[in-house]
Nanobody, 123 residues
Framework: QLQLVESGGGLVQPGGSLRLSCAAS????????LAWFRQAPGKEREFVAA???????YYESVVRGRFTISRDSAKNTVYLQMTWLREEDTAVYYC?????????????????WGQGTQVTVSS
């Protein structure tokens, strides 16, 4: 059975960095689309970043230049390196995967989800 397991969340001060990991088991995602979404309290789940066929990355505008998504196919793992974190980045971050290489920016297009990892940016 497919599982996505996130790790790496925590508490960090503004301006700090964190690296999130999402390990997949049960099948491989060599070229399929993998994404990160986040959900803050009282808000809808929103797109953060994704990587699809050819490992081309896509970013939501407010994180572009601060976050980097990457994939290690040998480990069946996707990463989200987050730098220059802001208080407004505070949220539960979810890893998602879909069958296919195309990137979508809406959560309903993703077939598989992790349980989420909390990221809190606060001084």
């Amino acid at each position: 059975q497919l599982q996505l397991v996130e790790s790496g969340g925590g508490l960090v001060q503004p301006g700090g960095s964190l690296r999130l990991s999402c390990a997949a088991s049960g099948r491989t995602f060599t070229n399929d689309a993998l994404a990160w979404f986040r959900q803050a309290p009282g808000k809808e789940r929103e797109f953060v970043a994704a990587i699809g066929g050819g490992d081309i990355p896509y970013y939501e505008s407010v994180v572009r230049g601060r976050f980097t998504i990457s994939r290690d196919s040998a480990k069946n793992t996707v990463y989200l390196q987050m730098t220059w974190l802001r208080e407004e980045d505070t949220a539960v971050y979810y890893c998602a995967a879909r069958d296919g290489t195309s990137i979508w920016y809406v959560p309903t297009k993703y077939d598989y989800w992790g349980q989420g990892t909390q990221v809190t940016v606060s001084s």
